[in-house]
């Protein structure tokens, strides 16, 4: 069980960069082999986004880390054109990148998104067409697709949005 989600510290980094291994072999299993490769997301890129405060992760009852996300409050420049389709609304939103579980706990995800909702009620996400179990979570949490973006190196993802 879920039962703190505090910002990232430099000293949790190689524990972070495990959870991400352990992710991106649970995406290859599951089909999705295209996200997260050639070391995505790479040590020095996560240490940025500690030192910028926008990693976080989620810890159980006994102090394990079991999770970690990227959370970003304001515009995402990835975000300003959508294709077949469009945002829900035009207001203040946060994003959300990078969910990890270290597959220890259930339920990281949904705490994950929970979290966030308390912190902005509009919130913004994508993943890749083939990441199956994302947009499951994605719908049964009441998040609406949106339509497709384009990242920075050219590649799509699935955009949803959802507002409280």
């Known amino acids: ?3 703190q989600i505090r910002r990232t510290t430099l000293a949790d980094l190689p524990e972070v960069m ?3 291994g352990v992710a991106r072999e649970y995406m290859r ?9 050639d070391g995505y997301p790479a040590e020095p890129f996560i240490a940025e986004e500690i ?7 989620c810890e159980n009852e006994k102090g394990e880390l079991v999770g970690t996300f990227c959370f970003i409050r304001g ?21 959300v990148h990078r969910i990890a579980s270290s597959g220890k706990e259930k339920g990281v995800a949904k705490a994950c998104f929970e979290w966030c ?4 009620p509009n919130i913004r996400v994508d ?8 947009q499951h979570i994605l719908q049964s949490m009441g998040f609406t697709f949106c339509g497709i973006i ?11 949005q959802k507002t409280l």
């Open 1 to 3: 069980m879920i039962t």
């Open 18 to 20: 495990g959870i991400y």
């Open 29 to 37: 299993q599951t089909g999705n082999a295209s996200q997260w490769v």
């Open 51 to 57: 030192a910028a405060g926008h990693s976080f992760v």
């Open 75 to 95: 515009e995402d420049p990835t975000y300003a054109k959508i294709y077949n389709g469009e945002w829900l609304n035009d207001r203040p939103y946060a994003t």
């Open 117 to 120: 909702f308390n912190q902005c």
């Open 127 to 134: 993943t890749h067409r083939d990441n199956h179990v994302m």
């Open 150 to 160: 384009f990242v920075a190196n050219g590649t799509e993802r699935l955009a949803y």
